[in-house]
């Protein structure tokens, strides 16, 4: 095994929802079901009676008797004598994971995302203590006013920022903390005069990742001041396109009911949460990315969108909807009044009326239907007309023929229309060649239109024996990468290399953007990739796709190599590489048959 320094979050989650902890922990101790709990003999200290307890719900582990608990990485820590890189690595090789190791270019970054949350975390809880102490009154009673008492305030750890101009300066100081980190942390930025506190006279609602570390910090403002919200800017820990806040609260309650609810504010989650519909989350008022859907999808995929009732809400709930649904999600959309938020409703209804309202979400599509024709006067045959016309471009986005079907009689009914006429009109743009739909070779199909590829690009094609269809596949990974460098992670824990990429542009861009660096000949391929725009279709396909080449193409090498080595009869060397090929030739078929199997179970 490489040295490996640190894992990213991402890939550590990943290996903690790969496994089920009782059934890690049953295979050392004998566990047996108590209520929603299992109990066993502690395996870290002698006992008769047992007061080892495992709660498979929560995913964690306690003795009662010597106060050990933990997760399942913990309890591989403490039964295996390994270190918190070792358990990991076990854990990840038990369920199939590739292992990924860090550059010391990466690894330095990941020192600094450290340094970072630790000052994160010092300011969250200076903003704490100020909310409770004697300056922090207006705000209380701010907060009282918007229905939030103080074991509310506590529980998503608000807090306060004074009204003097470099308060988090002198305390990050007084704790050591240097303040060019804390400006890159977003806390504190350089003035006139020297470094000036970003956050003054405002309510601080720290924002977390959803594994619960400070990541940025959103204020709002004690008073009439602008901007009423100020949110930490970019930083090397805060990205508002890849964070949901409240997430870290409301993740087991999400994976429990299997349903998030969205929100866009935090004052709406909050809201929301109080009335007992503890797994919502915000998207802090931003669009809805790639990111973000990815990261739902890990806990649930069932979402109600419940944004404001004004435009600007409705068009970032359609905004979202798009995002999620072109992930897989099954989503709803609970709507409010014109001038209602969910924070003004959750105050002044009850916790059924709450529910009541979300119970009565509605189905994505029904919703843009009913949307669609609101918007016109169907009264008069021009807006008939164009309500049509807009309806058959979203009906005909449905794949699936039952649900394309139902919707089309759904929308004739609404429209008042004939349902043949309407029937005719999606039937007819679905046969139309879907230009800028998916890509044709995820389809199944072996047509490619290259009139839109770089001419570098369409040479090396050509030059190469790459079976058609194989250089649109490099080609659409890179896109993506150019478009989300986040995206890299995911697929280096694939185990992908640079020897993958067969188009000899795409394997130098690819090993440069490793190295994050840059050279005239790849920062041509770059732009050419670039000026196509933004990819189409879905990044999990792209890399699905991109997967089943590169099973292809193992195969086939290592079948030439068989081939090559079927008419030798002697030698050591000879049948130890035969050994080597039969087990690589295996562990790719393995390969393939789960991702088949998984497939089917989606």
């Not at 919703?367 to 609101?374: D, E, F, L, V």
């Not at 046969?431 to 070779?441: N, Y």
């Not at 190295?515 to 920062?523: L, P, T, Y």
């Not at 049948?575 to 199997?597: C, F, G, P, Q, W």
Request: aromatic share 8%.
């Amino acid at each position: 095994m490489s040295a490996i320094a640190r894992f990213s979050d991402e890939w550590i989650e990943r290996v903690k929802s790969s496994v089920d902890i009782v059934s890690v922990i049953e295979k050392r101790v004998d566990l047996k079901p108590s209520g929603r709990n299992y109990v066993g003999l502690c395996p870290f200290h002698d006992e008769k009676t047992p007061s080892f307890t495992v709660n498979q719900e929560k995913q964690f582990f306690y003795c009662f008797g010597c106060g050990t608990g933990g997760n399942v990485i913990n309890f591989i820590m403490r039964s295996e004598n390994l270190s918190f890189p070792e358990a990991l690595v076990y854990l990840a090789r038990k369920s199939g994971i590739p292992v990924p190791s860090l550059s010391p270019q990466q690894q330095k970054i990941e020192e600094k995302k450290d340094r970072l949350r630790k000052i994160n975390h010092l300011a969250a809880q200076y903003y704490y203590r100020n909310l409770r102490g004697s300056f922090g009154k207006t705000a209380r009673e701010y907060l009282k006013g918007r229905s939030i008492d103080k074991a509310l305030a506590r529980e998503f750890f608000l807090g306060y920022a004074g009204e003097g101009w470099n308060e988090i300066c002198r305390f990050l100081e007084s704790r050591g903390i240097n303040l060019q980190d804390a400006e890159e942390a977003g806390l504190i930025y350089q003035g006139r005069r020297g470094y000036v506190d970003r956050f003054r006279n405002r309510i601080i609602f720290p924002i977390c990742d959803h594994l619960g570390r400070f990541v940025g910090f959103g204020g709002r403002i004690v008073g009439d001041n602008q901007p009423k919200y100020l949110n930490t800017p970019e930083t090397l820990l805060f990205h508002k396109g890849s964070i949901i806040y409240g997430l870290n609260w409301s993740k087991e309650s999400i994976k429990e009911k299997d349903r998030v609810i969205i929100v866009e504010g935090y004052t709406d989650c909050i809201a929301l949460s109080a009335k007992g519909q503890k797994n919502t989350v915000a998207s802090l008022g931003t669009a809805f990315t790639e990111h973000h859907a990815r990261l739902l999808m890990r806990f649930t995929n069932n979402a109600v969108i419940a944004f404001d009732g004004d435009a600007a809400g409705e068009k970032g709930t359609l905004r979202g909807l798009e995002i999620l649904r072109d992930h897989g999600m099954q989503v709803r959309v609970a709507e409010l009044g014109d001038g209602q938020d969910p924070d003004s409703f959750a105050r002044t209804h009850s916790a059924d009326e709450v529910q009541q309202w979300l119970s009565s979400a509605q189905p994505l599509m029904e919703y843009q239907i009913n949307k669609t024709i609101s918007k016109y006067d169907i009264q008069t045959t021009e807006g008939k007309l164009s309500a049509s016309q807009e309806l058959v471009s979203i009906l005909s986005q449905l794949e699936n023929a039952v649900a394309r079907d139902e919707y089309i009689r759904y929308a004739a009914q609404q429209l008042r229309v004939s349902e043949q006429a309407l029937r005719s009109d999606v039937l007819h743009s679905v046969a139309k060649p879907l230009g800028s739909g998916l890509p044709p070779h995820i389809r199944g199909k072996n047509r490619h239109n290259n009139s839109n590829l770089p001419t570098s690009t369409l040479q090396g094609a050509r030059q190469s024996t790459l079976p058609s269809g194989d250089e649109l596949v490099e080609r659409e990974i890179l896109r993506w990468l150019l478009h989300e460098p986040g995206l890299m992670e995911e697929l280096m824990e694939e185990g992908i290399s640079v020897e993958d990429f067969e188009v000899r542009e795409y394997r130098h861009l690819f090993s440069l953007m490793i190295q994050n660096r840059s050279d005239a000949q790849g920062a041509s391929t770059a732009e050419n990739l670039c000026n196509l725009g933004e990819p189409n279709g879905k990044w999990e396909e792209y890399l699905s796709s991109f997967r089943i080449v590169l099973w292809r193409r193992r195969l086939e090498k290592i079948e030439e190599k068989l081939s090559s080595l079927e008419n030798e009869r002697k030698g050591f060397d000879i049948h130890m590489e035969l050994y080597r090929l039969l087990r690589d030739y295996y562990r790719v078929r393995s390969a393939i048959v789960l991702s088949i199997r998984e497939g089917k179970n989606e």
